[in-house]
Nanobody
Framework: QVQLVESGGGLVQAGGSLRLSCAASGTIFSINAMGWYRQAPGNKRELVAAIPSGGNVNYADSVKGRFTISRDNAKNTVYLQMNSLKPEDTAVYYC?????????????WGQGTLVTVSS
């Protein structure tokens, strides 16, 4: 079983920046992909950014040019650098990891971290 611990959320003014971190721990043979999703009140959870192993990084159109996803494979950690934040970015952000243990292909979610961007 894998646990994801998120940190870095908070309250910022529009135009500010935040850096989210998500560390995976547990029995992991390999990580296939890591990403960030978000869910705002009244909205469905949506993909923000993902970084597959050996694949192309992809971003939601709404965050392209402002957010950057990165991985530290040695630490099994994924980051989301969020710049030029807008009130529309306000949401609970969830880390997601697709991984393999020694038997199965699995998926885990972080607990969520709240990002609030004020006008």
């Amino acid at each position: 079983q894998v646990q994801l611990v998120e940190s870095g959320g908070g309250l910022v003014q529009a135009g500010g920046s935040l850096r989210l971190s998500c560390a995976a721990s547990g029995t992991i043979f390999s990580i296939n992909a890591m990403g960030w999703y978000r869910q705002a009140p009244g909205n469905k959870r949506e993909l923000v950014a993902a970084i597959p192993s050996g694949g192309n990084v992809n971003y939601a159109d709404s965050v392209k040019g402002r957010f950057t996803i990165s991985r530290d494979n040695a630490k099994n950690t994924v980051y989301l650098q969020m710049n030029s934040l807008k009130p529309e970015d306000t949401a609970v952000y969830y880390c997601n990891v697709q991984y393999s243990d020694y038997e199965d292909s699995l998926e885990a979610w972080g607990q969520g971290t709240l990002v609030t961007v004020s006008s």
